[in-house]
């Protein structure tokens, strides 16, 4: 039986579950650390962050566990996307922002009005200058409405052209990218790493049957985003991709357990997937940086 350490303060209900569960599965295994990591893709280090909650395990090492432990994958697979969207949930909005807003001032007493000829003068002027601010708001509005179909009409443009681009599948799709294919639209992230100034994820599109790298920089920029399943890499400078995001070129494979999304950002790199790791970066690393050669010598 395992000691395990108190989990972290921090996790939330969903998440706490599906740790306590994986450990569960874990003591059914009767396999120690060294072993997880003999019998599936994760190594030894990722299965002691998974395992005491200190990162949340990608789908495929939750897979993974429950097939050496026999599970029940349906329900543990449940338990998961609990989990992940518990995390990947958007903050709630805080009460600040959803007060009421204060009603604006009552108007100032209107004197009492004057009688005889000068007030009947008085009320025409107001209900001329009230015609006159009507036609005003209505050409407002009209002109309102037909900028607003302009600055929409590139955005709906784009939306049809991503629409209608051809779809690929596994092989056909190596090496393009995914939102020119709409491979993005039923992608998930299979795992992500959280750092101080980035994200990175692995994702994956069913239809499409393709990985890849995925980096959203909150300063700086990505010089270099890879992808690779085994040994076989992708490497690229990244793109002007969208919503401020850097993206590789997919990969096609159905081995997800053998895949690895890597970023190179100001001095340090980080991946995530079968390889979880960040380390600084060095003039020596060379253009291959970051892929397979250079994980092996910084995980040796």
Known sequence: MSHWRPLPGTLDTHAQRLTEELRVLKE???????????????SKSAWHRYLNGEKLPPRSAVVALGQVAGADQE??????????????APAPVSAAATAPPTPPAPPAPVPAERTGPVRRI???AGVLRTA?????????????GAAASIVQLPARAERTDE????ACHGHRCQGRYPWRFGCNRDARAESTHVGTTYTVRLRFSPSCGTVWSEVQPRSGGAQKVSIWVGRDARLTSHPRGREGLAVSPMLATSDLGQAVACAKVTDRVA????????????HTDGDGFPGPAFVERVMR
């Open 28 to 42: 059914r295994t009767g396999l120690s650390l060294d072993g997880l990591a003999r019998k599936t893709p994760y």
């Open 75 to 88: 329900r543990l697979l449940a338990a998961y996307e609990a989990a992940y969207r518990a995390r990947t």
């Open 122 to 124: 008085l009320r025409c």
């Open 132 to 144: 006159g601010a009507l036609v005003a708001l209505t050409a407002l509005v009209a002109t309102m």
């Open 163 to 166: 629409h209608a681009s051809a």
């Open 271 to 282: 991946c995530t997937g079968a390889v979880e790791l960040t380390a600084p970066v060095h």
